[in-house]
């Protein structure tokens, strides 16, 4: 089956940086969404992004699907940033990276 | 967008009992799914649910311990059956919209078995 991908695992910030999640997966797929999963578990929807770049606010993602890959940045991180960062592709289901374990320092 | 509840947000329970979770939606859906995602881990699907067919289950899931129903479009449930320890998890409801294949999560119910 598809593999996902995602680096760093792990995160740690002092509010104000800039970071950048990557996310590689091993074969062509119908969809790649980023998510956030808040300290209570919560899974709120960041891009639906099979190609291309989208913005919303400080944050803003890009997909590659030439080249299987997508990246999410955010700038200006706050605290509540914290959490995980999950990016999942479409392939025959919905398949979920491993996550990225994000922790912005006041 | 969509909406989506669970019913319980958390419960504990003992060994040896079931628990049924309810997962509503405010539009109607064809594709729900069933996640899981054990303590400190990813998400891993269970089981997809479309309305007016049996459940399709995953590798390493089965209908015995993991019923599941979906009677209507908007309405689903699924059923953790003689629950164990290893059965603490988190387990998340989410549908996929028809046209755009973009999914949406509900607020998961985090289950205790002691």
């Known amino acids: 089956g598809i593999q996902v991908e995602q680096s760093p695992p792990d995160l740690i910030l002092q509010e104000g940086a800039n970071s950048t999640l990557r996310c590689n997966f091993s074969?062509?797929?119908?969809?790649l969404q980023w998510f956030h999963q808040n300290p209570w578990g919560q899974l709120i929807n960041l891009f639906y992004i099979p190609s291309g770049t989208k913005q919303n606010g400080r944050l803003s993602a890009t997909t590659v699907a030439t080249e299987r890959y997508s990246l999410l940045y955010i700038s200006s991180s706050q605290t509540t940033d914290s959490g995980v960062y999950f990016c999942a592709v479409l392939w025959d289901d919905m398949r979920f990276g491993a996550g990225t374990r994000l922790t912005v320092k006041p | 967008s969509a909406v989506i509840s669970q019913k319980p947000s958390r419960d504990i329970c003992q060994r040896g009992t079931s628990l049924t979770i309810q997962c509503q939606v405010d539009?109607?859906?064809?594709?729900m799914f069933w996640y899981r995602q054990q303590p400190g881990q990813s998400l891993t699907l269970i089981a997809t649910a479309n309305q007016g067919s049996e459940a399709t289950y995953e590798s390493g899931f089965v209908i015995d311990k993991f019923p599941i129903s979906r009677p209507n479009l908007t309405f689903s449930t699924l059923t953790v059956s003689n629950m164990s320890p290893e059965d603490s998890s988190i387990y998340l409801c989410?549908?996929?919209?028809?046209?755009?294949?973009?999914?949406?999560f509900g607020p998961g119910t985090r289950l205790t078995v002691t």
């Open positions: 539009s109607q859906v064809t594709m």
């Open positions: 989410s549908v996929r919209r028809d046209v755009s294949y973009e999914q949406y």
């Open positions: 074969d062509s797929v119908n969809n």
